[in-house]
C-alpha cells in the first residue's frame, strides 16, 4: 500500500519520545509524498509538527488497531517495531498484570516485585499436557514444550534465562525446575525431584547476594542438566557454574550484602552448635559491614540458614560435612577482622596476639605464627636462590583478601560437586533438560574484568540465538513451500572475534599476564596498538589511556583496565596455601591436597583437558581462558539442543511493583535480543495464518457467491481482489503469510465493512423504530381523540343532567323555605297565644292568692290579739294569789319566832342537830362542789350563748337579708311555689332514683370488690405468670442461643465429618496406592534376588496376596515370617531411601499386627467364654424338653400295655368267634369283654393323670421360679430317667409302686433341690453384683458431693454473676456427663439385647433341630413296631439361598466370579450384581456350616481378588464401574443379613430367617467399604482420563456457530484446535460420553445415590477444568465466549434433567462456571455495575473475579476493555469477603463419597446361576 492510504487523516503514530521514548499521535491532516512534516495531535490535545528527515523520508511508525493491543504473543501485532512491542508488554504489565508474553520462540518475563499466585500446584496441573498455544504466556508453558519436545523428539533440550540483575532469573529457573519435578517422578531412586529442588537453596545462600538492583541477585552463572529415563521420569541432575563473583566475598558497595550464607550464619550465632564459631552480629566483620545494609526487608536470615541446613540433610550431605563448611565460612568472617599493622613503606606486621588471628586459625587448624607471618611476608624465587620479603600493608591486605577469595572459590566448587554427587543416579539416562541461568548484558560507570566476561558470554548467547531463530523462519518458509530471500540480521560474530580470536582481547590479557612485569597500562597500550585500527568493534576514549571501548550487540561498553590483570591471574601467595595444607582440619585438606588435581578436576568439570607434556604452572590457566573454554563447551552443549529461551526484563530500578520505566524497558529490549527477533521477524512475513482461520476472521470480506468449498482458492481470490501487491503475502501449503501491515489493513477492512454493516442495521432499525414510533403516536392519537369525545360528551350529558337536577333543587328549596316560613309564624302565634294565656293565669292566680293571703293575716291578727288578752288576765290573776299567799305567810312567821324563844323548843331543836349539821357541813362541801362545777359551765354556757348570741345576731342578720330579698322575691313566689312544687315531685322522683340507684350502685359495689378482688387475684396470678414466662423466655432465649450454637457447631460438625471423611478416603487411596508400590517393590526384590524364577508367569490366584489391613491379621504367623524374611532377604539390594521407607513400613505393618493379633486374642478369649455359657445355657435350655420326652415316653408305655390288652382281647374273640357265632349281648363273654374295657379305659385314664400331675407340677414349679428372671437360662433339667425296660426294680419298689411312679417323684424332688440350690447360689451372685454396683454408686456420689462442695466453696467467692455462670457451667457439664453415660449405657444394653437375640435364635434353632431328631427317632421306633405299611409323599423341594461349595473351592469359584468375569457378559440379561449375591450364597453356606475358616478365607481371597481385578485392569471403566457396584452390593448384603433389628425392618420375613447366624461380619463391612471408595476413586480418575482431552476443547474451544464473531490473530505459537473440521470435539460428544457413563453404571446395577455423587463428581471436574483453562487463556476472556459457556452449560443442565438427576448437586458446581460467563457478559462501567457484580459472583474468590476482568479483552472493535479503576473499584468492594486466595479450582479434589444403605429385594433363593460361569462344582441348598 502507498504512505498516502495509511498516513491519511485520523492514522495513528509513535513519535520519539525522550522521557517515555514513544508518545502516542493522530494525523489532523493527510500525508501527501513531499510534505516535510507531518501535523499531528497528541493525546492531551496538543497539536505538534513532526519533521520528516528529507534525506531518509522515514515516517514515524504506525500504531497497530486496539484490537491487537495486549496479545499473547508480539509476533501477533501487524506492524512490528519496537513502540509496539513497548505499547505491547506496558498494556499487558500494568493494565492486565500479565508479567509473561511471547516473542516468536522467546518468552518475555518483567519481574513484577511482588508475590503472584500463579505458581501453585493447580497451576502447573492445568499446563501439564497442553500446547504452548493453548494457554497464556508462562514459564510452566516453556518447561512443558520442552518436556513434551523431549519425550517427542527424543532430543535433549535446553532452557536459556537470561536478564540483568533483578530481572528474575533466579526465580524463573527455580519455578522451571519446580515444574519438571512436579510433573514427573523419580524412577526407582526416593526423593529426587527434592533433591534438585533442594539444590536452589544452598547455591542461592552461597552464590546470590544483595545489590542495588536485586535483593537476591546471582552472582554465578548456572547450568543444570536434570536427567530423565526412558519413563520421563528424573533420574539425577547435574550443575555447572560459570565465574563466581569473588571479589564480593571482600569488597561490597553502599548498600549491598555479601553473599547470605555470612548473614545468616551471624544471625544463627545464638545457636549451640554455632557457639565454636565465636560470631556475632554481621556488623561486627569487615567483610559483611562495608555495604552498611545488613538486613533486607521481609527476609529473616536464621529462617533461611534452616532452610539451608534442611535443604543440604535432604542431599545427603551430613551434620558434620556442614559444620566443617560452616566453620572454614566463620574463619573467613574472622579473617576479615584480622587487623595489618604497618612498619614502614613496604614493611608490615600483625600482632601475636590478635584475637581474630587467633579464632582464625583455631577454626582452619593451622599454626597461628607460621600464617602472620606469611601474611606479612612473601617469598620469591630466583634461578638461583630463594629470599623472603616483607609486603607492604597495601599489599598484605591484598594478600589476605585474596586467601579469603581463594579459600571460598574453593569451598563453592566443592560444594557443587557434592550437590553433583548427591543428584547423581546408577539409573541410565536417556535424555536431559539443561536450565542456563546466567548474567545478562551489564553496563555501569565503571566496567571491569566481570562485565567483560558477562558481555563476551552474552554476545556468544545472543549470536547462537540469532542463528537458531534465523533457522526456524528459515525451516517456517521451507515446509511451506514459499520463495523467500536471505533476511539480514545482524551479525556478532567480528564482536565475537575482537574478543577470543587469536591476539583478540583475552589472547593479549593471557600474554601480558605471563610478562614479568606486565601492568594494566602496557596491555591497554598494546590493545591501542594491535586492534585500534584493525577492529570496527575496538575503540578508544578520548581522554583517557586506560580504558578501551567494545560494541557490543546491545551497545557500547567502556571497560576500565585496572585490575584486568590481577582479576585474570587470580593469584594466591603459595607459602599461605601450604600454611592451610599443614592443617589437621579434613576438609581444609580435602580442598587444597593437590592443586594440581584440583585444577584438573576443575578443567574436567569443565570439560576442558589439558596438552601433555606440561608443568604445574603451565597447567594454571588464566581466568578469562577457563571462561572461554567453559562458554565454548557450553555453547557446544546449547548447540546440541533444542533450545528454549526465557527473556527476564527489569521493569524499573525503585523495585516497585506493576511500574515500568520505558527507558530502561527498552534498553533491556535491546540487550536481550528482543527487538532483533521482531526485526528479523517484521523483516520477512510475521503474520501467518492458516486458511481455515483467515476464512473464519475476514468471512466478512466475502460474498456468498465467492465461497468456494475450496477454502485455499476463497482465501486467494479474496486476496487478490483486497491487496494488489503480490510481494505482500505468499500462499503456503498450509498458511498465508503476509508482511508487516497486512493484517491491519485487512482488520481495518474488516472494520470498515463491520462499521458499514452496522450503519446499515442503524439505518434500518432506525427506520423501524420510526415507523414503529409513528405508529404508535397516530394510534396513541386516535384513541386520545376518542377519548376526549367521550369525556365531552359525558361532560355534556353530565351538564344536562345537573341543569335538570338544579332547577328540581330549586323548587324544592323554595317549597321548604315557604313550609318553613309559614311553620315559623304558625309557631310564633301559638307561643303568644301561649304565653298571654299563661300571663292572664297567673294574673288571676296573684290575686287570688292575694286575698288568700289576706284572710290568713287577719286569722293570725285576731289569734294574736286573743292571746294577748288571756296573758294579761291571767298574769293579773297571779299577782293577786301571790298577795295573799304573802300575807298568810307573815302571820305565820310571827307565830314561829314567839315559839323559838321558848327552852322545850330548843331542847327539841338540839335533838340529832349535830348529826344534821354533819350532814348539813358535808351537803355545803358537795354544794360548793356542784357550785363550782356549775360556775365552770356556766362560764362555758356563757360564752356558748355569747357564741350563739353572735351566731344568732349573723343569722338575725341573714334573716333580714333573706327577709328583704323574700320581700323582693315576693313577687316570684307563685313561680318559684310552682317550681318548687315541681322540684318536689322531681326530688320525690330522684329519691326514688336515688334509692334505686343506691341499691343499685351498693350492687355495682359489691359486684365492683368481688371483680376486683378477682382481677387483683388474676393480677397476681398473671403477674407470677409474666414472671415464669419471663423466666420461660429467657430460658428459650437459652435455648435458643444453645440451639444456634448447637446448630452451628453441627454444621461446624458436618462439615469436619465432611472434611475428615474426604481426608479420611484421601489417606485411604494414598495407604492403598503405598501398598501396591510396597507390593511392586517386593515383587521387583523377589525378581531380582530369585532371577531363575523370573520367566514364570503369575498366575490369577496369588491375587490372594492383596489382602486388606483385616485380612492381613488374620492370616497365619508362619505366612508373615516367610513374607518378613523375604522382605528381609531383598532388601539387601536396594538404596538406603528405600531401605528406610521400607522398615518403617515393616515397622508399622508390625505394630498392626501386635494390635490386631491382641485383638484377635481378646475376640478369641470372648469367644470361648461365650461358647462356655451356651453350651451352659444348652443343657439348662433342656429342661421342658426333657419333661416332654419323659411324658411321651410315659404315654407310650401306656399305649404298648394298652395295645397288648386289645390284642389279647382281640385274639380271645377271634377264638371264640372262630367256634361259631359272636357272643350276643348279657352273655357272658360279652360281660367279660365290656369289664375288661372298662377297667382298662379307667386304669389307662388314672395313668395319664398320674404322668399329667407329675409333669404339670415340675414345669409348673420351675416356670413360677423362672419366670421373668434371668435364672432361667442356666438352670439344667437334665433328668437322666431311663426307660421302664432298662430299670431293674427292686423288691423294696415294686413294693412300695409297681409302676415306679414313686422313685419318678423322689427323683423330681432331688433334681428340684438341684435347682433351688443353684437358684440361691444365682440370687447369691446377683445380690453381690447389685450390692457392688451400689457400693460404686455410693462412691460416685461421695465424688459428687465433693465435687459440689468445692463448687459451692469457689462459688461463694465470686460474685453474683460470676457465681451463676460458673453453677451453669457446672451443671451442663454434669448433664452432658450425665447424657454421655447414658448413650454410652443405652449403647451397651442395645448391644446386649442384640447379642442376646442372636443366642436365642441359636438357640430356637438347635431346639428345633432336636425336636426334628427326637421325632424322627421316636417315627423310627414307631416304624419298628407298626401294624401295617404307611405311605410317605415326598414335599417339593425349597431352596434356602445358600450355595455349597467344597473346602478348597474358593480359588475356582473367584476366578469364574471375580478374576476372569467379564462384565459385558453379565450385565446384559443376568441380575444386576450376580456376582456379589453368588459370593453371599457361599459365606452364607460357611456361616451355616459354622467354618470360621471357610468365612475367613473366602471374604479375605474375595478382597484380594477383587483388589487385584482393579490393579491389573484398573484402566477399563466398565470394569472399574461393575466392580464397584459388586463390591457394594456385597456390603450391602452382610449388613442386610447380619440380623440387625434396624436393618430387619426393611427385610421381607425370608430374608430375615436367611440372616447369618453364626458370625458377626461388621468389621469385614467396613473393610469393603473402604475397598468400595477405593474402587470409585479409580472409576473417577479413569473417568477423568476421559474427559480431560473432551472438556476444553468442547466447553471452551468449541464454537456452535462459526464466523459470527471470528477468532483473532494468534502470532507464532498457534494453539493446537482448530476451527471445525471432521471429527471435532463438540458439546455433545461430552454429553454423548457422559450419557455412556450413565447408562454403563445403571447397567451394573449400581445404586442410584452413588450414580448422583459420580454425576457430581464429573460435573465438578467439568466446571474447575473448564473455569481453570478460562483463566489461564487470555483469548477465551471474551463476551461472545461467555455467551457460549452459558449455552453449553445450558445443554448440560438439560441432560441432568433427562436423567432426572436435578438434586444430585452437580447443577451447584457448575455455579463459578456460570458465574464467570456472566462475568464476561455483564456491563462492567459504573459503581452500579461493580456492585451487580460482587453480589452476583458469590461462588467465585475475589481473584478469580479480578483476573477475569483483568483478562477480558474485546474480539471486535465495538467491545471495551475493563478499565483500572473499575478492577480497584471491584477490589474494594471485595477487601472484606473472608476467603481463600487461590485462584485456581482443584481439579483433584474429590468429594468425600457416603455408602448409603440399599436393601436388595432379589430372593437369594430365587437366584439361578448361568451355566455361562462354569459354576457346577457349587450346589444350592
Known amino acids: 500500500m502507498a504512505a498516502s492510504e495509511l498516513y491519511s487523516k485520523y492514522a495513528r503514530v509513535w513519535l520519539p519520545d525522550a522521557a517515555e521514548v514513544w508518545r502516542p499521535a493522530e494525523l489532523i491532516k493527510d500525508y501527501t509524498p513531499g510534505d516535510l512534516t507531518l501535523t499531528v495531535q497528541l493525546e492531551d490535545g496538543t497539536e505538534v509538527e513532526h519533521k520528516i528527515d528529507p534525506k531518509t523520508n522515514n515516517l514515524p511508525p504506525l500504531r497497530n488497531p486496539n484490537i491487537l493491543v495486549g496479545e499473547n504473543d508480539l509476533t501477533a501485532l501487524s ?49 501439564s499436557g497442553q500446547n504452548m498455544g493453548d494457554m497464556d504466556p508462562h514459564i510452566f508453558a ?80 548456572k547450568y543444570i542438566e536434570i536427567g530423565f529415563d526412558r519413563k520421563l521420569c528424573i533420574t539425577g541432575a547435574n550443575m555447572r557454574t560459570y565465574l563466581l563473583e569473588k571479589s564480593r566475598v571482600v569488597f561490597q558497595a553502599h548498600g549491598e550484602r555479601n553473599y547470605h550464607i555470612f548473614y545468616q550464619l551471624c544471625a544463627s550465632s545464638h545457636l549451640p552448635e554455632f557457639k565454636a564459631f565465636k560470631l556475632g552480629c554481621a556488623d561486627d566483620f569487615h567483610y559483611t559491614n562495608q555495604g552498611h545494609s545488613p538486613v533486607i526487608d521481609g527476609v529473616d536470615d536464621a529462617k533461611e540458614m534452616c532452610s539451608t541446613r534442611r535443604a543440604f540433610s535432604l542431599l545427603g550431605i551430613s551434620e558434620s560435612d556442614q559444620m566443617a563448611i560452616y566453620q572454614i565460612l566463620a574463619a573467613i568472617l574472622h579473617l576479615s577482622n584480622v587487623e595489618v599493622k604497618e612498619q614502614s613503606a613496604d614493611r608490615s606486621n600483625i600482632m601475636p596476639d ?34 623472603v620479603k616483607t609486603v607492604s600493608k597495601m599489599s598484605a591486605v591484598n594478600g589476605r583478601n585474596a586467601l579469603a577469595k581463594h579459600i571460598y572459590s574453593r569451598v563453592f566448587c566443592r560444594i557443587v560437586d557434592s550437590i553433583n554427587s548427591a543428584l547423581k543416579s546408577t539409573v541410565k539416562q536417556r535424555s536431559f533438560i539443561g536450565v542456563l541461568d546466567i548474567y545478562g548484558f551489564e553496563t555501569f560507570d565503571i566496567n571491569s574484568f566481570e562485565q567483560f566476561c558477562i558481555n563476551y558470554a552474552n554476545e556468544k548467547l545472543q549470536q547462537q540465538f540469532n542463528m537458531h531463530v534465523f533457522k526456524l523462519e528459515q525451516e517456517e518458509y521451507m515446509k511451506e513451500e514459499i520463495p523467500w530471500t536471505l533476511i539480514d540480521f545482524y551479525d556478532n560474530q567480528p564482536c565475537i572475534d575482537l574478543i577470543e580470536a587469536k591476539l583478540g582481547v583475552l589472547d593479549l590479557l593471557d600474554e601480558e599476564c605471563k610478562m614479568p612485569k606486565g601492568s594494566d597500562d602496557t596491555w591497554a597500550q598494546k590493545l591501542y596498538n594491535t586492534l585500534l585500527k584493525q577492529k570496527a568493534h575496538f575503540d578508544k576514549p578520548r581522554l583517557s589511556n586506560r580504558a578501551f571501548i567494545i560494541h557490543h550487540f546491545a551497545d557500547e561498553v567502556e571497560y576500565q583496565c585496572e585490575g584486568f590483570l590481577e582479576k585474570n591471574k587470580d593469584t594466591v601467595n603459595e607459602e599461605q596455601i601450604n600454611v592451610l595444607k599443614k592443617s589437621k582440619f579434613d576438609l581444609l585438606l580435602k580442598l587444597f591436597e593437590d592443586d594440581g588435581k584440583a585444577t584438573s578436576s576443575s578443567n574436567k568439570r569443565t570439560g576442558v583437558t589439558g596438552r601433555a607434556g606440561h608443568t604445574q604452572k603451565d597447567n594454571k590457566k588464566t581466568v578469562g581462558l577457563q571462561f572461554r573454554q567453559s562458554l565454548h563447551l557450553l555453547m557446544d552443549t546449547l548447540n546440541a539442543t533444542t533450545p528454549h529461551y526465557v527473556r527476564c526484563i527489569k521493569p524499573n530500578d525503585d523495585k516497585a511493583s506493576f511500574s515500568m520505566d520505558p527507558v530502561r524497558a527498552v534498553q533491556q529490549l535491546r540487550a536481550c535480543g528482543i527487538l532483533e527477533t521482531i526485526r528479523i521477524s517484521a523483516a520477512g512475513f510475521p503474520s501467518r495464518w492458516t486458511y481455515q482461520e483467515f476464512f473464519s476472521r475476514y468471512r466478512v470480506l466475502m460474498k456468498q457467491k465467492d465461497v468456494l468449498p475450496d477454502r485455499k482458492l476463497t482465501c486467494k481470490n479474496l486476496l487478490e481482489k483486497l491487496i494488489k501487491d503480490q510481494d505482500q503475502y505468499q500462499f503456503g501449503k498450509n498458511k498465508i503469510f503476509f508482511r508487516a501491515g497486512q493484517v491491519a489493513y485487512l482488520e481495518k477492512l474488516r ?47 353530565k351538564f344536562l343532567r345537573r341543569t335538570r337536577a338544579a332547577i328540581v333543587i330549586q323548587r324544592t328549596v323554595r317549597m321548604w323555605v315557604m313550609r318553613r316560613r309559614y311553620q315559623r309564624q304558625r309557631s310564633a302565634a301559638v307561643t303568644i297565644q301561649c304565653f298571654f294565656r299563661a300571663y292572664m293565669a297567673k294574673k288571676q292566680y296573684f290575686k287570688m292568692m292575694f286575698e288568700q293571703k289576706a284572710v290568713v293575716i287577719q286569722r293570725w291578727v285576731r289569734g294574736w290579739l286573743a292571746r294577748q288578752h288571756y296573758r294579761r288576765s291571767v298574769a293579773a290573776i297571779t299577782l293577786l294569789q301571790s298577795c295573799v299567799r304573802r300575807m298568810r305567810a307573815k302571820k305565820s312567821l310571827k307565830k314561829l319566832k314567839v315559839e323559838a324563844r321558848s327552852v322545850e323548843h330548843f331542847k327539841k331543836l338540839n335533838i340529832g342537830m349535830e348529826n344534821k349539821i354533819l350532814q348539813l357541813q358535808h351537803k355545803i362541801n358537795e354544794q360548793h362542789k356542784e357550785n363550782r362545777e356549775l360556775s365552770e359551765r356556766l362560764t362555758s354556757v356563757e360564752k356558748t350563748q355569747a357564741l350563739e348570741r353572735e351566731r344568732q345576731s349573723r343569722e338575725t342578720e341573714k334573716l333580714h337579708r333573706s327577709e328583704q330579698e323574700a320581700r323582693a322575691k315576693a313577687k316570684k313566689l307563685p313561680s318559684l311555689l310552682e317550681q318548687l312544687s315541681f322540684l318536689q315531685h322531681e326530688l320525690e322522683n330522684t329519691r326514688r332514683e336515688k334509692d334505686v340507684l343506691e341499691e343499685q350502685t351498693k350492687v355495682y359495689t359489691e359486684q365492683t370488690q368481688q371483680v376486683v378482688e378477682e382481677l387483683n387475684t388474676k ?72 532371577p531363575s524364577k523370573s520367566g514364570l508367569s503369575r498366575t490369577d490366584s496369588s491375587y490372594s496376596s492383596n489382602s486388606s489391613e483385616f485380612s492381613q491379621s488374620l492370616c497365619s504367623s508362619e505366612g508373615e515370617d516367610s513374607s518378613i524374611q523375604t522382605e528381609d532377604e531383598s532388601q539387601l539390594t536396594v538404596d538406603l531411601p528405600v531401605l528406610l521407607k521400607l522398615q518403617r513400613k515393616v515397622k508399622e505393618l508390625e505394630q498392626d499386627k501386635q494390635a490386631l493379633w491382641q485383638q484377635l486374642d481378646k475376640r478369641e478369649e470372648a469367644r470361648h467364654e461365650k461358647a462356655k455359657e451356651v453350651e451352659k445355657q444348652r443343657t439348662v435350655g433342656r429342661a421342658e424338653l426333657d419333661l416332654e420326652t419323659l411324658k411321651r415316653q410315659e404315654l407310650e408305655s401306656e399305649n404298648k400295655k394298652l395295645k397288648q390288652d386289645l390284642n389279647e382281647l382281640r385274639k380271645s374273640l377271634t377264638s371264640e368267634n372262630s367256634e361259631g357265632t359272636p357272643p350276643a349281648p348279657d352273655s357272658l363273654p360279652y360281660n367279660v369283654l365290656l369289664e375288661q374295657l372298662s377297667s382298662s379305659n379307667e386304669e389307662l385314664e388314672m395313668r395319664k393323670d398320674e404322668v399329667l400331675l407329675l409333669r404339670s407340677h415340675m414345669v409348673r414349679q420351675e416356670a413360677l421360679k423362672h419366670k421373668d428372671s434371668a435364672l432361667g437360662e442356666g438352670v439344667n433339667l437334665d433328668l437322666d430317667i431311663p426307660s421302664f425296660k432298662d430299670i431293674d426294680r427292686s423288691t423294696d419298689i415294686h413294693t412300695l409302686n409297681e409302676d415306679g411312679e414313686l422313685w419318678l417323684a423322689y427323683e423330681g424332688l432331688k433334681e428340684t433341690n438341684r435347682i433351688l440350690e443353684f437358684q440361691m447360689q444365682e440370687q447369691e451372685r446377683v445380690r453381690s453384683e447389685k450390692y457392688r454396683k451400689l457400693l460404686q454408686e455410693v462412691n460416685k456420689l461421695k465424688v ?31 448433664l452432658t456427663n450425665e447424657n454421655l453415660e447414658l448413650l454410652e449405657h443405652q449403647e451397651k444394653q442395645d448391644k446386649i439385647i442384640r447379642k442376646l437375640k442372636k443366642q436365642l435364635k441359636l438357640y430356637m434353632k438347635k431346639v428345633e433341630d432336636f425336636e426334628a431328631g427326637a421325632q424322627q427317632k421316636n417315627k423310627a421306633s414307631v416304624t419298628s413296631t407298626r401294624v401295617r405299611a404307611v405311605n410317605i409323599t415326598r414335599k417339593e423341594k425349597e431352596y434356602q439361598g445358600m450355595l455349597e461349595y467344597r473346602e478348597g473351592d474358593e480359588g475356582r469359584l473367584l476366578k469364574n466370579v471375580v478374576i476372569d468375569l467379564k462384565p459385558r457378559g453379565v450385565a446384559v440379561g443376568l441380575i444386576p450384581g450376580l456376582p456379589a449375591y453368588i459370593i453371599f450364597m457361599c459365606i452364607r453356606y460357611a456361616d451355616n456350616v459354622n467354618d470360621d475358616q471357610r468365612v475367613s478365607a473366602l471374604l479375605n481371597s474375595t478382597i484380594s481378588s477383587i483388589k487385584g481385578v482393579i490393579k491389573k485392569r484398573g484402566d477399563d471403566l466398565e470394569m472399574v464401574s461393575f466392580w464397584l457396584a459388586n463390591t457394594c452390593r456385597l456390603m450391602h448384603c452382610l449388613k442386610q443379613y447380619s440380623g440387625d433389628e434396624v436393618i430387619m425392618t426393611h427385610n421381607s420375613p425370608k430374608q430375615n430367617e436367611q440372616c447369618l447366624t453364626n458370625f458377626e461380619l461388621s468389621e469385614y463391612q467396613q473393610v469393603f467399604g473402604d475397598l468400595s471408595i477405593q474402587i470409585y476413586r479409580q472409576l473417577m480418575k479413569c473417568m477423568e482420563e476421559i474427559l480431560q482431552p473432551l472438556i476444553v476443547a468442547s466447553m471452551l474451544e468449541h464454537e456452535t456457530i462459526q464466523g459470527v464473531l471470528g477468532s483473532k490473530p494468534t502470532g507464532l505459537r498457534k494453539r493446537s484446535t482448530s476451527f471445525p473440521e471432521e471429527g471435532a470435539v463438540t458439546v455433545e460428544v461430552l454429553l454423548q460420553r457422559l450419557g455412556l457413563f450413565h447408562t454403563t453404571m445403571s447397567q451394573h446395577g449400581m445404586d442410584s445415590e452413588i450414580i448422583k455423587q459420580v454425576v457430581r463428581q464429573q460435573f465438578y471436574i467439568i466446571s474447575a477444568v473448564t473455569l481453570n483453562n478460562l483463566l489461564l487463556r487470555k483469548d477465551m476472556c471474551s463476551w461472545s465466549k461467555g455467551l457460549q459457556i452459558r449455552y453449553n452449560v445450558w445443554q448440560l443442565e438439560e441432560w441432568l434433567a433427562e436423567r432426572e438427576l436435578v438434586d444430585c448437586g452437580a447443577k451447584e458446581t457448575l455455579e463459578p462456571l456460570v458465574q464467570a460467563a456472566q462475568l464476561l457478559q455483564i456491563k462492567k462501567k459504573t459503581d452500579a455495575d461493580a456492585q451487580a457484580i460482587c453480589n452476583m459472583c458469590n461462588a467465585l474468590t475475589t481473584a478469580q473475579i479480578v483476573k477475569v476482568l483483568t483478562l477480558y479483552t ?43 444403605f440399599t436393601p436388595s429385594t432379589v430372593a437369594l433363593e430365587t437366584i439361578q446361576i448361568p451355566a455361562s460361569l462354569n459354576l457346577g462344582f457349587l450346589k444350592r441348598i
Open 1754 to 1796: 474485546p474480539v471486535i472493535e465495538f467491545e471495551e476493555r475493563v478499565s483500572t479503576s473499575f478492577i480497584t473499584t471491584i477490589k474494594n468492594l471485595l477487601r472484606d469477603r473472608v476467603e481463600t486466595s487461590a485462584l485456581m479450582m482443584d481439579t483433584k479434589k474429590i468429594f468425600s463419597i457416603t455408602l448409603p
Open 751 to 797: 472494520s470498515d465493512k463491520l462499521r458499514m454493516a452496522c450503519v446499515r442495521i442503524q439505518k434500518t432499525i432506525r427506520c423501524w423504530l420510526a415507523r414503529k414510533k409513528y405508529l404508535r403516536m397516530r394510534e396513541s392519537a386516535v384513541t386520545i381523540q376518542r377519548y376526549v369525545r367521550g369525556h365531552q360528551a359525558r361532560c355534556y350529558v
Open 1019 to 1090: 393480677n397476681s396470678l398473671l403477674n407470677s405468670e409474666k414472671d415464669e414466662l419471663n423466666k420461660l423466655i429467657l430460658e428459650q432465649a437459652q435455648q435458643l442461643t444453645e440451639i444456634k450454637t448447637n446448630t452451628e457447631i453441627t454444621k461446624q460438625m458436618e462439615k469436619d465429618l465432611t472434611e475428615e471423611r474426604s481426608r479420611y478416603q484421601s489417606l485411604l487411596s494414598e495407604h492403598l496406592h503405598l501398598e501396591e508400590q510396597h507390593r511392586d517393590l517386593k515383587e521387583e526384590m523377589d525378581i531380582s534376588i530369585s
Open 354 to 387: 590478635n584475637i581474630h588471628l587467633l579464632v582464625f586459625c583455631e577454626l582452619m587448624g593451622v599454626p597461628c605464627e607460621e600464617m602472620a607471618h606469611w601474611l606479612c611476608h612473601r617469598k620469591l624465587k630466583t634461578t638461583t636462590e630463594t629470599f
Open 79 to 127: 506492524y512490528l517495531h519496537e513502540p509496539a512491542v513497548l505499547h505491547n508488554l506496558k498494556v499487558r504489565f500494568i493494565d492486565s498484570k500479565l508479567i509473561y508474553t511471547y516473542c516468536g520462540i522467546v518468552l518475555v518475563a518483567i519481574n513484577p516485585y511482588e508475590s503472584l499466585p500463579i505458581y501453585e500446584a493447580d497451576i502447573i496441573n492445568a499446563y
Open 1344 to 1374: 459428687e458431693k465433693e465435687q459440689q462442695e468445692k463448687l459451692l466453696a469457689q462459688s461463694l467467692l465470686l460474685p453474683e454473676d460470676a457465681r451463676i455462670e460458673a453453677s451453669l457451667k457446672h451443671e451442663i457439664t454434669r
Open 142 to 221: 516453556v518447561a512443558e514444550e520442552a518436556y513434551k519436545q523431549m519425550a517427542r523428539d527424543e532430543r535433549n533440550q535446553s532452557i536459556i534465562v537470561s536478564g540483568e540483575s533483578g530481572a528474575g532469573k533466579t526465580v524463573s529457573a527455580k519455578y522451571a525446575m519446580r515444574y519438571f519435578a512436579t510433573v514427573s517422578c523419580s524412577s526407582g531412586e526416593a526423593n529426587v525431584e527434592e533433591k534438585v529442588l533442594a539444590s536452589s537453596p544452598i547455591m542461592e545462600a552461597l552464590g546470590n547476594a544483595k545489590t542495588t538492583r536485586n535483593d537476591n541477585s546471582s552472582r554465578f552463572g
